[in-house]
């Protein structure tokens, strides 16, 4: 069984994207105005029996997901279709790379724990 580096406990639930990284290097917030105005409600749903929702800007997947190391790899019909790089994960609020694999989109984001 796969080790994950954070408390599994933590990660379970509905983590919203508030920030992405912009081209500068900083981080801007998706969630006011001008900017909320282009991007769709962005989210992160993980289940306690390991299935997920991810749904946003940047399109819709569902799955099974496994935890592993600093990773959280999800899967689309047992094929690998996004993996999220965990950098740091506490007290609800987490930062982590998104690559979604069909496109090899990235995004560097900052999210929020429901």
Not at 11 to 21: A, F, K, P, Q, S
Not at 32 to 40: L, M
Not at 43 to 62: A, E, H, R
């Amino acid at each position: 069984m796969p080790k994950f580096d954070y408390d599994i406990n933590s990660l379970i639930g509905t983590w919203d994207v508030t920030h992405i990284r912009g081209e500068s290097g900083g981080y801007f917030s998706i969630k006011i105005p001008p900017v909320s105005d282009y991007f769709d409600e962005t989210f992160i749903i993980l289940n306690s029996n390991n299935t997920y929702v991810l749904d946003g800007w940047y399109g819709s997947l569902s799955g099974e997901y496994k935890a592993d190391g600093k990773s959280v790899l999800l899967y689309d019909n047992n094929m690998l279709a996004a993996k999220c790089a965990i950098s740091s994960m506490i007290d609800g609020h987490m930062e982590a790379t998104i690559t979604i694999m069909e496109t090899m989109f990235t995004s560097d984001m900052k999210l929020l724990k429901r």
